[in-house]
């Protein structure tokens, strides 16, 4: 294996550490870039056991970096480790007691090896996210035993860790979603989550979560560059974008000089083409409004049955409507 850090693990001769051996080119190939820049790294790691692992981050990790570990189990505490890393005894899926051991500390690197019971992953992601900075990357090891039914999980089973974070790549895309999905359960953590979430990866057994560096406070916007459409027209392209996709539209200087002329064509056609439907609609609604009241002096005369009477009503309000609305319409032109 040709990586600093698989070097670093398989050379430790501290205290015992456990990972599969594709954990190391995961880590290797998120992580080699940050160390070799020698800025001091925040890291958490939950599930300490022997301190393998928080030795061998203290051994890799740039000088001043801190390293916090949690474990349930009380021995963990007694365990001797370098000067820059901190036990912490408590249950990690338990938020108040995570909030007790940690507070409102922050990391730039958060590891989840502890009971690998998917109900517990899924709530120490949620509690400790949250805790990770800009830019900061969590690693979740062992999610094979989301497929286990004897740690909480299955194979697409139901509250299996690896479906949850399944589904949590649909919160990269939720300003996509129809306003139909918008409103379905659990959206809203989705949403909320994909204001932070930058990206997720799935390897055999560990999964990698990056956080953004900064916020995404509004849907990213598109952006059309180049002078030359000779295949799909400019316009053409614009008019597949949804209103709020244009009005977000980042149009590069030189595609402006480019297409200038050919949106304000676009424009004019479209204003043209909105004039003609609204005439052809308005004559609609003249017709149907005389159908309407001759059949009402029809039901009228010929007492016919309520259902029908309602039928016409309907027809006649709707009718009502869509003559106040092409009103208002022709006010605001
Ligand atoms: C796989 S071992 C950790 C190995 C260590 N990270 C390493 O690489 O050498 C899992 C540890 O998680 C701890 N653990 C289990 N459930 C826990 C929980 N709910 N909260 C905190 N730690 C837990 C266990 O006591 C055990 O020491």
């Given at each position: 294996m040709n990586n600093f850090l698989a070097q670093a693990f398989l050379s430790h001769d501290g205290l015992v550490s456990?990972?599969?051996?594709?954990?190391?080119?995961?880590?290797?190939?998120?992580?080699?870039?940050r160390i070799e820049a020698g800025i001091p790294i925040r890291l958490l790691e939950i599930g300490v056991q022997n301190g393998g692992s928080l030795d061998m981050w203290s051994k890799v990790l740039p000088t001043?970096?801190?390293?916090?570990?949690?474990?349930?189990?009380?021995?963990?505490?007694?365990?001797?480790?370098?000067?820059?890393?901190?036990?912490r005894i408590?249950?990690?899926?338990?938020?108040?007691?995570?909030?007790?051991?940690?507070?409102?500390?922050?990391?730039?690197?958060?590891?989840?090896?502890?009971?690998?019971?998917?109900?517990?992953?899924?709530?120490?992601?949620?509690?400790?996210?949250?805790?990770l900075a800009g830019?900061?990357?969590?690693?979740?090891?062992?999610?094979h035993a989301s497929y286990w039914p004897e740690f909480g999980g299955g194979f697409r089973a139901a509250g299996a860790a690896m479906e949850w974070f399944k589904g949590l790549a649909?919160?990269?895309?939720?300003?996509?979603?129809?306003?139909?999905?918008?409103?379905?359960?659990?959206?809203?953590?989705?949403?909320?989550?994909?204001?932070?979430?930058?990206?997720?990866?799935?390897?055999?057994?560990?999964?990698?979560?990056?956080?953004?560096?900064?916020?995404?406070?509004?849907p990213y916007r598109r952006v059309l560059s180049g002078t030359t459409a000779d295949v799909s027209s400019f316009s053409r392209?614009?008019?597949?974008?949804?209103?709020?996709?244009?009005?977000?539209?980042?149009?590069?200087?030189a595609s402006d000089a480019a297409f200038s002329a050919d949106l304000q064509?676009?424009?004019?056609?479209?204003?043209?083409?909105?004039?003609?439907?609204?005439a052809l609609l308005a004559a609609e609604v003249e017709k149907s409004a005389k159908l309407i009241a001759e059949n009402a002096d029809?039901?009228?005369?010929?007492?016919?049955?309520?259902?029908?009477?309602?039928?016409?009503?309907?027809?006649?309000?709707?009718?009502h409507r869509l003559r106040g609305m092409l009103r208002g319409q022709t006010r605001q032109r």
């Open positions: 456990d990972k599969w051996e594709q954990y190391l080119q995961v880590y290797d190939a998120f992580l080699r870039e001043g970096s801190t390293i916090i570990g949690i474990d349930i189990d009380p021995k963990c505490a007694s365990l001797q480790l370098p000067p820059n890393v901190r036990v408590g249950d990690a899926s338990d938020v108040q007691v995570l909030q007790d051991l940690l507070g409102d500390a922050e990391f730039d690197i958060i590891v989840d090896d502890g009971s690998h019971r998917s109900s517990h992953i899924i709530s120490t992601f949620r509690a400790c996210f949250p805790r830019d900061g990357i969590y690693f979740v090891e062992d999610v649909d919160a990269l895309n939720t300003d996509h979603f129809r306003p139909v999905d918008i409103a379905r359960p659990g959206v809203d953590e989705l949403q909320a989550f994909g204001k932070y979430l930058q990206s997720i990866s799935f390897f055999d057994s560990i999964i990698a979560i990056t956080k953004l560096g900064q916020t995404k406070d509004a392209l614009c008019s597949f974008l949804p209103a709020q996709g244009l009005r977000s539209l980042r149009l590069m200087p064509n676009a424009l004019a056609e479209a204003k043209e083409e909105i004039a003609g439907l609204k029809a039901e009228t005369t010929e007492l016919r049955q309520p259902k029908s009477m309602q039928g016409s009503r309907f027809f006649a309000a709707v009718v």
